[in-house]
């Protein structure tokens, strides 16, 4: 992997860390206008890891021998 992936999984990794400690500290009740946009970006961000850890894999395993 590059360095800008590495910094890349970096920023996902913390913003997906943080919309899981809202949603278990705040029960997915959005209070404001901004905890719903941070709530929903931490949502993206998460399922972007999910995406690309398994899209690495996944090219992982297609590497011609």
């Known amino acids: 992997m590059k360095t800008h992936e590495y910094v890349w999984l970096l920023i ?5 860390g943080v919309a899981a400690f ?4 705040d029960y997915a009740r ?3 206008v901004v905890d719903g946009i941070f709530l ?6 998460a399922v972007n890891v999910a995406a690309y850890v398994g899209y690495k894999l996944f090219q992982a395993n ?3 021998k």
Do not use: E, F, H, Y
């Open 30 to 32: 959005p209070q404001t």
């Open 40 to 45: 929903g970006a931490g949502i993206i961000l």
């Open 62 to 64: 297609n590497v011609k």
């Open 22 to 25: 809202r949603l278990i500290t």
């Open 12 to 16: 996902t990794l913390a913003g997906s």
